[in-house]
């Protein structure tokens, strides 16, 4: 094994990790916000380790020039979907998302 397939397992790992604080974080945060804000983190850095760690694979730039790409696309969609989603939530008022009686709003 070389030191860049040892670094590639290092760094997918992680992300792999962030990715699972991410999920946990959405299950256990007491409110939408936190959870969003907890989803948006980890996954834009799990994604972004595990781009890295798959670009010291890439067989050519055009291939790392690829996953960078795929990278930006998704910080900037999850990016935009937290604003949009936070927006709605503060227009709500009460941050949970829901009709106040537990059930989702109509």
Do not use: E, Y
């Not at 050519?60 to 990016?79: E, F, P």
């Amino acid at each position: 094994m070389s030191l860049a397939d040892a670094a590639c397992a290092v760094l997918v790992l992680a992300g792999a990790g962030f990715f699972l604080a991410g999920t946990v974080g959405l299950l256990r945060f007491p409110d939408t916000l936190t959870r969003l804000h907890a989803l948006t983190k980890a996954d834009n850095l799990g994604l972004g380790l595990v781009v890295a760690g798959l670009a010291l694979r890439a067989g050519s730039w055009t291939d790392m020039l690829q996953l960078a790409l795929i990278w930006l696309l998704a910080l900037a969609t999850a990016a935009t979907v937290a604003q949009l989603l936070a927006g709605a939530i503060r227009q709500d008022g009460d941050g949970t998302g829901s009709d106040g009686a537990g059930g989702p709003r109509p």
